[in-house]
């Protein structure tokens, strides 16, 4: 177990009702605060009026900045800095999924950055303050209500950037489950495909002697194949939904990567996925995965033969290593499909033609300055470019 | 599940050397600290010397109070209440176990409040200000570094009792697993029956649709199981003391408890022991826990089939309830006998004598308002005494 520091000082507020309590929770943060959301869906489901309704009771005035997209965009990161600056924002309310929260998060860092935003996703500066961001998820899937990361995309130049830095870690983010039925099942799929992938990324490791959070991450897994095929079948199936939400908010808070090396290989491709085709995260991560597993498996077999049998339920004892890990791999893909996800590249509508120019972005090799992707297994851009391939 | 609030905002430093980390990391809190130990064996280990000189090197000025003993007293509560109003104190550093921390919590509790402390834990008032705690753990088992609980014996009165309240969990613990190596085996075994405890409590529960934390509860217990007797026939391994030290941490900081019903009862007998006899916490809980359990299976068999599967590794498929139930039960036992735990209370040198007046006190009974123990199975105190009696 490597050394490590835990500490998710987010207040996670959980339940039926929660988000009419949005304006008492607040109270003690702030006085003024930017309303940041995506499109209708929030006006249309009624939870706009509920929020407002709530922040007016507890005298919060509050500024609006609706439009936020999929892969978030740095212009309209852009246009809410200059509102929060102009009017003396004291604090972002994200109602939505991750890209409303991502959204808010780099508001909140570039209100107090004196440069231009892109700056710090570009070039990977530390940032130490933020305004507070505060959230009400609509969305179970980047759990970025309780993380302190947030990816922006730059749609100019088609490039999609993570940060992670603790001063944009939520102060405060409410979550009713119940607010997930209206869902339509792709994106209630693409969602658990991420929540998944976060756990993956810290579940691989070489560390050793890493037993409780291997328990951790295997639990949660094991608690997400049993309840989202049921979200999928029945969206208004509160108890299911509820495991989803608090296995997506522990999925990424990093309880469950402590002490252990972290892998993000899947996560830097899928981005630059994303960053071309406009991709939803969660289906990107769902295509790429597996056939990063088949490729890398062979680094640590051990690790994958455990993840065959304590989160695949795939029997180990007296077989071959090799068949047991790709079973396990093939009963990922099938949960996928079952979940209505894609398989292939192609199903989403990528072909070989930009493969190596992704593959070469993914792995900074573009930019002249290789530095690979992952840990777990490192990846040179050929490496990419061959699970892109695999993956088509 | 239950609607909860999930806000645990201790920051927990752990791995090697980080004791050494101390004074820095407290610099952002006081500048005035209580140094607040037990016996000498702090001081016999080194660690003493190391925490004192962090302390010098980051500028901080601190007092000192030794003298905690196992089950804290009162008196000496009073007795730093009143050193750290005197002096300005600004935060109480424990280093130690769970009895030095429980013991800085109530000190730090007390310099705030208004009357003497034992009211807060004899009438369990609701306590908003506190100063800030900080720990050094030396012993993995009261989960008290990370806990927004404490537990004082008022020794005169014969009386155990604990207080939870948000304002005593640590802004700050640190945990180095390799200073339990020179831990007693009788205290690693003690501690590991205290940590199981927490899980237990948690675990056993009749709310309904807790996949995630059944999950999480199962999963540390497995990895205490599977780790536990490898620091008791290794002392110095300090992967397997890793593993039992962040498990003992995640125990008690009530992550694995949100959502559900919690029981608490073999915590609330065992601290009639602990008062009357004076014996260690964990000892009681290990002889208290199986019989416990024998007595209550029956309300929610599948709960405990789920304990016997999951946790104890017993075959369930096509046999009896009752005997797969009670073979989990009986490996528990042979779990803490292996770790040298006694397995019955004569042989923690207790008898019948004050069984009846133990259980009116754990009820409420014996002060004519009979509130009864625990919330998996309600206990009135002849239950208690049931308990008590198969525990003899």
């Given at each position: 177990m490597q050394n490590f520091t835990f500490d998710i000082p987010t207040k996670l507020v959980f339940g039926r009702d929660t988000q009419k309590q949005i304006g008492a929770l607040l109270k003690p943060y702030a006085k003024k605060i930017l309303l940041h959301y995506g499109g209708g869906s929030i006006k249309r489901s009624?939870?706009?009026d509920e929020v407002t309704a709530s922040l007016r009771t507890a005298g919060i005035e509050f500024l609006e900045l609706g439009g936020v997209v999929p892969n978030p965009r740095l212009s309209l990161v852009r246009a809410g800095i200059a509102l929060c600056r102009r009017e003396g924002v004291e604090l972002i309310l994200a109602v939505g999924g991750g890209s409303a929260i991502d959204s808010a998060k780099a508001i909140a860092m570039g209100v107090l950055f004196e440069g231009d935003i892109w700056q710090v996703f570009n070039d990977d500066l530390h940032v130490e303050r933020a305004l507070p961001v505060a959230t009400v998820l609509t969305i179970p899937a980047a759990g970025s209500e309780?993380?302190?990361?947030?990816?922006?995309t730059n749609e100019e130049a088609q490039l999609k950037y993570g940060h992670t830095d603790a001063c944009v870690r939520p102060v405060l983010s409410v979550v009713n489950p119940a607010l997930f039925a209206t869902l339509p099942p792709n994106q209630a799929a693409n969602g658990v495909a991420d929540m998944m992938s976060h756990i993956f990324e810290r579940y691989f490791t070489n560390t050793r002697h890493t037993d409780v959070t291997d328990e951790l991450c295997e639990g949660l897994l094991r608690a997400i194949l049993r309840n989202a095929p049921k979200v999928i079948e029945a969206p208004g199936d509160y108890d299911a939904w509820s495991e989803i939400g608090w296995?997506?908010?522990?999925?990424?808070?990093d309880l469950v990567g402590k002490g252990r090396e972290q892998d993000w290989a899947c996560h830097g491709m899928e981005h630059e996925l994303?960053?071309?085709y406009d991709i939803p995260h969660g289906a990107g991560l769902a295509v790429l995965t597996p056939a990063w597993?088949?490729?890398?498996?062979k680094t640590n077999a051990p690790m994958f033969l455990q993840f065959a049998r304590e989160v695949m339920g795939v029997r180990t004892e007296g077989r071959d290593a090799d068949g047991t890990i790709l079973e396990a791999v093939t009963r990922l893909q099938a949960f996928f499909r079952r979940m209505g996800l894609a398989q292939s590249l192609q199903e989403l509508g990528i072909g070989e033609e930009r493969l190596?120019?992704?593959?070469?972005?993914a792995t900074g090799a573009a930019f002249g300055e290789e530095h690979g992707q992952g840990h777990f297994c490192q990846l040179k851009w050929q490496d990419v470019l061959a699970i892109f391939r695999a993956a088509l």
């Open positions: 009624g939870l706009y309780s993380s302190e990361s947030c990816v922006i296995a997506g908010s522990l999925a990424h808070n994303s960053a071309v597993m088949r490729y890398v498996y190596e120019e992704m593959a070469k972005k």
